[in-house]
């Protein structure tokens, strides 16, 4: 089994900073993606970023620029830096992992950007 465990959440000015991480532990290897979806009320699902097992990364265009996704291995966790963030940021962040074909979840913390 994976398990998933997001922090860092919280409520954040408009133009503000917040660091997501993800800590993964169980039968993770070899996993080929974890990353980041968010889901914002009334919408869909929507990946955020993601990054390989080899390092490849993917973001979505709305968050170019202003999000980082990286990894740490040894601690087998993956951060979400996100720096000038948007009210349209504000949605459930959710911390996923891909191996052998199944998606495994985290329960998700909330961002919320508001002034």
């Known amino acids: 089994q994976v398990q998933l465990v997001e922090s860092g959440g919280g409520l954040v000015q408009p133009g503000g900073s917040l660091r997501l991480s993800c800590a993964a532990s169980g039968s993770i290897f070899p996993f080929y993606y974890m990353g980041w979806y968010r889901q914002a009320p009334g919408k869909q699902r929507e990946l955020v970023a993601r990054i390989t097992s080899g390092g490849s990364i993917y973001y979505v265009d709305s968050v170019k620029g202003r999000f980082t996704i990286s990894r740490d291995g040894a601690k087998n966790t993956v951060f979400l830096q996100m720096n000038s963030l948007k009210p349209e940021d504000t949605a459930v962040y959710l911390c996923?992992?891909?191996?052998?074909?199944?998606?495994?979840w985290g329960k998700g913390t909330l961002v919320t950007v508001s002034s």
């Open positions: 996923y992992l891909q191996r052998a074909g199944i998606n495994y």
